[in-house]
């Protein structure tokens, strides 16, 4: 479409200073974890990385970086074995329910994470589990099955059954057959699942707040249970960039592994 | 294991009972097992000297979440919040999409959808919290706006405005590009052979097919700012919704009242996906 030149210089700027609003705030939260001053007036004082050495000795912080990981990689993996399954069965048979079973699976993408929250606490407490780790781990499992299950599905419906149907025409057995041609043509899409997976659980705050227990801090809820102290302010800000970096960057690996970028939106 | 498989290869009703077992008992014991059990919750009550809970179903929370007013003005700022966040969103994100859209060369437009995937996924409360420091007291943009004579919002209901607008701009930035991308070049070169200018062909033809695709990523910013207690925690003093929900939660341990105020956003949230699919919002995600 040919656009007046005032309506095309008028786009461009509109687009630059959008991505300057996105990534500004994101600038800054780097730029102050350099901070040499205690307090977070502008313009900063002068930059100093001990900040960064302090939050690394921070037992708190430590313990809670830990238990971040552990909980990712234990969502991670519940949600690769959930979401595939579920992918491979609505793409590549037909039941009763399917369309149903899409919906449920988003359903908690859709619905606002506090419903999530208080439901998986309530439920928790009825069941009388301790809440820890592991009530942690279910809560994320429940919203990142939804991106493996997303990226599968979109990988399934592109992939052509004919290949599966030749392998099995030539005597492989279904076993032979999934390893052999489905798990090939799904690797990359369950890779970028799990990227996804891993950065959705890293810095989840909304449902990890109700599941898990007094003893048990992700970085992210240490983050909200310290940001009111002044005195642990610097040390803050170099963790909200922890959180900000282990998440970033599995989405960006995500982004580069996956050939087509769409695949790594939410849709 | 050949006979597994020879006896799987014939009934494909046992393979597929086989791959969703687990995810079933999952998502229906784990999931769907949670969110019935928290809506008979909001039907119970809880004993006032001992803070037990009572299974006798009663009606008496949502009686009060409908009577008592300071709920309902905390209902009505919650969806009024939503409304303003999901405009704004639509504004600011149009321009942006139809650049990548209709205007940006393939290199530009890969470069510019992963920026913007790249925080949609990633960082939220870093980011609320990074907007606490930028509006605080001494704060970045007090600083920039002093030599002007102005001042910042501070921590207050136009913070969570903005604050909930920078989150959610990612989640309608998206769909609205993939909707725009969608329309073919021949509909809009067919508008303009015909006379349409380029405002009659973005009111007559663009706006109306990329109509689902603004529903479908109003539906990511309507809910999730319906749900968020963690922004106005942090950049106001005001309740919503979700914080009348954490309190009872928690402080209050009133969890059958917090079930029946949280049926709020449910049921909004219900009737929005029954009017987006009837949009055809759903096509669009």
Redesign the interface.
């Known amino acids: 479409m040919l656009l007046p030149r005032g309506i095309r210089i008028a786009l461009r700027v509109a687009t630059g200073l959008t991505m300057a609003f996105i990534y500004v705030p994101i600038a800054l939260i780097l730029l102050y974890s350099f901070n040499a001053s205690r307090v977070a007036a502008w313009p900063i004082s002068g930059l100093t990385l001990d900040w960064y050495g302090k939050a690394l000795a921070n037992a708190g912080i430590r313990d809670a970086l830990v238990t971040s990981v552990e909980a990712a990689i234990g969502a991670t993996i519940v949600s690769l074995v959930l979401g595939s399954l579920i992918a491979i069965a609505v793409q590549r048979y037909a039941f009763f329910g399917r369309q149903t079973l899409s919906f449920v699976v988003i359903l908690p993408l859709a619905l606002p994470g506090i419903v999530t929250g208080i439901a998986l606490n309530t439920a928790f407490r009825a069941l009388g589990l301790d809440f820890g780790l592991i009530t942690i781990v279910i809560g994320h499992a429940t919203f990142c099955v939804v991106v493996v299950f997303n990226n599968v599905v979109a990988r399934l419906r592109r992939t052509s059954r004919t290949a599966e149907e030749a392998s099995m025409d030539l005597g492989a057995d279904i076993f032979t057959t999934f390893r052999r041609i489905t798990f090939p043509a799904i690797r990359s899409a369950l890779l970028a699942g799990a990227l996804l997976a891993f950065a959705l659980s890293f810095d989840e705050i909304i449902v990890t707040n109700f599941t898990s227990g007094a003893g048990t801090q992700t970085l992210p809820l240490w983050i909200f249970t310290n940001y009111q102290r002044p005195n642990n302010l610097p040390l803050v800000n170099v963790a909200a960039v922890f959180v900000l970096l282990l998440s970033i960057i599995p989405v960006y690996l995500a982004s580069r592994v996956t050939s087509d970028p769409a695949a790594t939106g939410r849709t | 294991?050949?006979s597994i498989?020879?006896a799987?290869?014939r009934r494909?009703r046992a393979?597929?009972a086989l791959?969703?077992a687990?995810?079933?008992g999952?998502?229906v014991v784990?999931?769907?097992?949670?969110?019935a059990?928290?809506f008979i919750?909001s039907f119970w009550s809880v004993d006032s000297f001992s803070g037990k809970l009572i299974t006798t179903p009663t009606l008496d929370n949502y009686a009060a979440v409908l009577s008592a007013p300071v709920y309902r003005t905390i209902a009505v700022r919650t969806l009024v919040m939503a409304a303003l966040v999901t405009i704004t969103t639509i504004v600011?994100?149009f321009?942006?999409a139809?650049?990548?859209a209709?205007?940006a060369s393939a290199r530009t437009r890969?470069i510019?959808?992963?920026?913007?995937?790249?925080?949609?996924?990633?960082?939220?409360?870093?980011?609320v919290?990074?907007?606490?420091?930028?509006l605080?007291q001494?704060?970045?943009l007090?600083?920039?706006l002093a030599p002007l004579g102005l001042s910042g919002p501070g921590y207050s209901d136009v913070a969570v405005w903005l604050v909930e607008s920078?989150l959610w701009?990612?989640?309608m930035?998206?769909?609205i590009y993939?909707g725009l991308e969608r329309i073919p070049?021949s509909l809009?070169?067919a508008s303009?052979d015909l006379g349409g200018r380029?405002w009659i062909?973005l009111r007559r033809v663009i706006l109306p097919l990329a109509l689902p695709a603004v529903v479908?990523g109003s539906?990511?910013t309507f809910?999730?700012t319906?749900?968020?207690?963690?922004t106005p925690t942090?950049v106001s003093n005001t309740k919503f919704i979700?914080n009348v929900?954490?309190d009872f939660?928690g402080i209050a341990g009133n969890?059958p009242f917090?079930?029946a105020y949280?049926m709020v956003?449910?049921s909004i949230?219900l009737v929005y996906?029954l009017i987006a699919r009837r949009l055809g919002a759903f096509e669009a995600?």
């Open positions: 294991m050949r498989a020879a799987l290869y494909p393979q597929l791959l969703l687990a995810p079933l999952w998502l784990a999931y769907l097992g949670s969110l059990l928290f919750t600011v994100a321009p942006i139809f650049y990548m209709r205007m890969g510019l959808v992963v920026s913007i995937l790249l925080p949609l996924w990633s960082g939220y409360l870093v980011k919290y990074a907007w606490r420091l930028i605080s001494g704060g970045v007090n600083s920039v920078y701009l990612p989640y930035i998206i769909p993939a070049t809009l070169e303009s380029s062909t479908a539906i990511f809910s999730l319906l749900g968020d207690y963690i942090l979700g929900v954490y939660m969890q917090a079930a949280a956003p449910v949230m996906l995600l």
